[in-house]
């Protein structure tokens, strides 16, 4: 009975890790960016400034009123690559960000912000990363990645994703949102 519940117990630690990824510092803006390496895929989050989110909408035309439903969320520029020898999907629905006080929260998805536009006459589905996908051998993706939460607040994101009919699961710590505004740096003339 110990034997089996040991080698239960390595397979479900196997499929549920928690990741400690460093972040890095882009020496040019100061936003940080993680990515984490698995067998089948690689995630890699970047933190996006407010106000880049908002030029980024700006330069589509997009009314301020679209604009302004992002202001209580923060953004990342998402990028997911499948590293394997075989097919790999994930599903945005089934991640969730998990805040300092240990309550999980889903992300909202591109068709609920989607709907959201649509609700208000603004037809607009671009930039936001697939909910759903499916990537045949080396196919990637990117989009922003939206969690309701303030800016320079620290979080957790667990995401999953599927290979070979089986679904794994990562739980990534110390994430930051972006902070509201980018410090300028000094010269020391």
């Not at 995401?159 to 794994?168: D, I, R």
Request: charged letters at 20%.
């Amino acid at each position: 009975m110990k034997f089996i519940l040991s080698c239960f117990l390595i397979a479900f630690m196997q499929n549920a890790i928690a990741s400690e990824v460093t972040p890095k510092k882009n020496s040019r803006t100061g936003m940080l960016s993680w990515h984490a390496e698995e067998p089948e895929i690689s995630l890699e989050l970047i933190q996006l400034l407010p106000d880049y989110v908002k030029a980024v909408f700006s330069s589509r035309g997009l009314p301020k009123e679209l604009i302004n439903t992002l202001q209580d969320y923060c953004v990342f520029g998402t990028i997911i690559k499948n590293k394997s020898t075989d097919t790999v999907s994930y599903q945005i629905t089934d991640w969730r960000y998990i805040t300092a006080d240990g309550k999980e929260h889903k992300i909202k998805t591109k068709s609920a912000w989607a709907k959201q536009w649509a609700d208000m006459n603004i037809p607009f589905r671009w930039l936001l990363l697939p909910e759903k996908q499916e990537f045949n051998v080396g196919d990637w993706s990117q989009g922003f990645t939206t969690i309701k939460l303030a800016p320079a607040t620290l979080f957790s994101l667990r995401y999953s994703w599927s290979h070979q009919g089986k679904t794994k699961q990562r739980t990534l710590n110390n994430l930051s949102c972006a902070p509201a505004t980018m410090a300028i740096p000094t010269s020391n003339n």
